[in-house]
């Protein structure tokens, strides 16, 4: 364990989950936090997923590391596929880069000195097959960070209340939290870092 990270194990952490269906905005609302987060001087990293949209009809998702804005495609829609394509990390309707896939586990592991860190998504692949973003699991089974947001499919929200102690869920489908309202919050539990 690194330095920084011990000293984050040391203090009091919060983990909240963003949940809801397919659509409702989950990785919309994470963008929009993770800017407002920025904006009050707090340090945001991880990874998001945002969906990738071509004629209304979404075919792919990209993989977008907070830190440094780098932006690459994670999954294809499975009817998208070109022969010779892989098949190594796929669900029903996605097939993902497994590249990418490295490359977001790299991003998670070295995030341990963050105020706010995202995670977007743990599904499917991470909880019942042991593949995707596993170093997110390793960061939340170690406690190695201040505040994480982790974006989890309603389906599959029981699997992570069994693992960790979660702060809040909030399900995006039930209530619509104010962004401004929910920032205060957490400003407020990094007044020690925040200016």
Not at 26 to 53: D, H, N, Y
Not at 91 to 96: A, K
Not at 137 to 158: S, T, W, Y
């Amino acid at each position: 364990m690194k330095k920084d990270e011990k000293a984050i194990t040391d203090n009091r952490h919060l983990f909240w989950v963003v949940t809801g269906p397919i659509g409702i905005g989950k990785t919309t609302w994470c963008m929009q936090l993770a800017e407002l987060a920025r904006e009050k001087g707090l340090i945001v990293g991880g990874i998001l997923s945002p969906p990738v949209f071509k004629d209304g009809r979404k075919i792919g998702i990209d993989l977008i590391n907070l830190d440094e804005g780098n932006r690459r495609r994670l999954a294809t829609e499975r009817d998208l596929l070109l022969d010779g394509d892989t098949l190594e990390l796929a669900t029903q309707r996605w097939v993902f880069d497994p590249a990418v896939v490295a490359w977001g586990n790299e991003v998670l592991s070295t995030s341990g000195s963050y105020d706010l860190i995202f995670i977007d998504e743990l599904g499917l692949l991470e909880f019942q097959r042991g593949q995707g973003f596993i170093a997110g699991f390793k960061l939340l089974d170690e406690n190695c960070f201040r505040q994480a947001i982790v974006v989890i499919r309603p389906g599959l929200v029981h699997f992570a209340r069994n693992r960790w102690k979660i702060d809040r869920i909030i399900d995006l489908s039930k209530t619509r939290i104010e962004l401004e309202d929910f920032i205060a919050e957490i400003v407020a539990s990094n007044k020690d870092r925040v200016k």
